[in-house]
């Protein structure tokens, strides 16, 4: 019998068409059991006694190696989280901003990262600023002059008190690529020397991510997306700076040296590797999981060359896209990356196309704001799927009259 294809492991994809990739990547049968196999484990040496201790030690250090691989980085620069958000906000929080400082956050970040920022302005009086980048619509062979752009555009963002920068690696709606190394670079040799707080929900798995790792200062994903992981577990990738400026904010006892001597008076009780930001109890068999999905993707092939047949698949999406009469692209080119957003000119109600699809099997997801649609193609996406989602969209527009 021939083993099951890494596709064929996955239930969710055997009676449907997904393309939300980037809101949750279905669950491996291997990894929901290797799940299952810990909680069994854990309950069977006692999940309170000291013959669990070494079993959970092993797990969130073989877990921390594993993601310190994939990102490049040291183990102790890493912190286990629960999701984006929480990998963002905590350390964000912790940075040592003054009242009068300056943030400045591009147009394309998620509502969660956004409003936290914003809270935290009211809270210590701080300005934010803009970074106009929703309006780039270069395709992948002009990445360079999108890159320039980028640049050129923060540095007249700047402000000479700004102290963060907030920008995700790879934006969630247009699915443009955003040049970290490059930015942190800028911001290294600017005079205020900004903090770079980088989103990479969409960027973790799906594209090559080892330099912009290591040279954000907090680089926060999670493993349900482009991962093949399950809800509930993510990381952070912190900076030396970062570990030596930030202040734990959401304090608990795993971020804590020892539970010793706590009533003692410690100016620095605090762990002063990744640690610091993680808080308490959390769910082991989470990590089996993680650690089996992105063993599997590993078997399917290097991290490069995952990349270029996702790109290769969106290449195919948005020229059959482009086809389509009424079909507005955000992007003028091919896509950088496996993210296709678009709209469909007269339609001012895109959950109706949502819906229409999701009648015939086939899964794609409104944006907000800006109101688009967005699919999302993977390594395991096939070319019969998006001839689906092609058919679908022409048999949905076929039921309207444009003028």
């Not at 929901?32 to 959970?56: C, M, R």
């Not at 109101?371 to 998006?386: F, G, P, Q, S, Y």
Request: aromatic letters at 8%; hydrophobic letters at 40%.
């Amino acid at each position: 019998m021939l083993p099951i294809s890494f596709k064929g492991n996955m239930p969710a994809l055997q009676n449907k068409s997904y393309f939300n990739y980037g809101g949750q990547g279905p669950l491996p049968t291997q990894s929901l059991n290797a799940i299952t196999t810990s909680w069994e484990k854990i309950q069977h040496l006692g999940p309170f006694t000291n013959d669990v201790w070494p079993y959970i030690t092993k797990e969130v250090i073989s877990t921390k190696n594993l993601l310190s691989e994939i990102c490049g980085i040291h183990p102790r620069r890493i912190a286990l989280t629960e999701n984006v958000t929480s990998g963002c906000v905590l350390p964000l929080l912790g940075l040592p901003l003054s009242e009068g400082d300056h943030l400045l956050i591009s147009d394309c970040e998620h509502p969660g990262i956004v409003a936290a920022c914003k809270a935290m302005a009211r809270t210590k009086n701080l300005s934010i600023g803009i970074l106009p980048i929703l309006k780039l619509c270069n395709g992948n062979d002009n990445q360079k002059e999108t890159y320039k752009t980028v640049i050129k555009l923060i540095g007249a963002n700047l402000q000479k008190n700004t102290k963060l920068v907030v920008l995700s690696h790879l934006l969630w709606n247009t699915g443009q690529i955003m040049p970290i190394e490059l930015i942190s670079k800028k911001l290294k040799e600017y005079p205020s020397k900004p903090y770079l707080l980088v989103d990479a929900a969409q960027s973790f798995c799906h594209i090559p991510i080892k330099d912009a790792c290591d040279k954000a200062d907090i680089y926060a994903f999670t493993g349900h997306k482009w991962a093949y992981g399950p809800e509930g577990l993510g990381a952070v990738a912190l900076s030396t700076r970062v570990l030596e400026e930030s202040n734990p904010t959401l304090i608990g006892w795993k971020c804590l040296k020892a539970e010793e001597g706590i009533y003692v008076n410690n100016k620095n009780p605090f762990h002063s590797d990744g640690r610091r930001f993680e808080i308490a109890t959390s769910c082991i068999p989470l990590l089996a999981g993680l650690k089996s999905s992105l063993m599997m993707l590993k078997n399917e092939g290097s991290e490069t060359e995952r990349f270029l047949k996702i790109k290769s698949l969106s290449s195919t999406l948005w020229k059959k896209l482009n086809q389509i009469k009424n079909i507005k692209l955000v992007l003028n080119g091919d896509p950088p990356s496996g993210i296709i957003s678009f709209s469909i000119n007269g339609i001012t109600s895109p959950e109706e196309v949502v819906n229409y699809l999701g009648q015939q099997n086939l899964w794609i997801r409104v944006l907000e704001d800006p109101k688009w649609l967005r699919a999302c193609v993977h390594i395991t996406t096939d070319i019969n799927e998006i001839d689906n989602l092609v058919m679908g969209l022409k048999n949905f527009i076929s039921t309207k009259q444009f003028i």
